[in-house]
């Protein structure tokens, strides 16, 4: 199965173990799904997790930048117009 995991749910489970969003995490960790997402999702999580009101050290967070950048499939989210018929 393929998923998409938003800053939210990341935020979520790296937090707060034991939630729906930590397993779902874990999940992926294990190779049990595959996590699809985008260089602007990654971007909005890093800076997130840096501004975030429970600090986080860098080097963790390079962990996590790294880590996703490794076992994730990128792909280039299109834009869809409102008028569109795609």
Same mark, same amino acid.
Not at 11 to 40: A, P, R, V
Not at 59 to 84: A, G, R, T, Y
């Given at each position: 199965? #393929?998923?998409?995991? &938003?800053?939210?749910?990341?935020?979520? *489970? !790296?937090?707060? &173990? *034991?939630?729906?969003?930590?397993?779902? !995490?874990?999940?992926? /960790?294990?190779?049990?799904?595959?996590?699809?997402?985008?260089?602007?999702?990654? /971007?909005?999580?890093? @800076?997130?997790? #840096?501004?975030?009101? =429970?600090?986080?050290?860098? %080097?963790?967070?390079?962990?996590? %930048?790294?880590? !996703?950048? /490794? +076992?994730? !499939?990128?792909? @280039?989210? =299109?834009? /869809? +117009?409102?008028?569109?018929? #795609?």
């Amino acid at each position: 199965m #393929r998923v998409v995991l &938003d800053t939210n749910v990341f935020i979520s *489970g !790296i937090f707060w &173990d *034991g939630n729906y969003c930590s397993q779902l !995490i874990e999940k992926w /960790k294990n190779k049990e799904i595959e996590l699809i997402s985008s260089f602007e999702i990654v /971007k909005e999580l890093v @800076e997130t997790l #840096r501004s975030f009101k =429970i600090p986080m050290p860098e %080097n963790m967070v390079e962990e996590w %930048n790294s880590f !996703i950048l /490794k +076992n994730s !499939i990128f792909v @280039e989210p =299109i834009i /869809k +117009n409102k008028n569109s018929k #795609r």
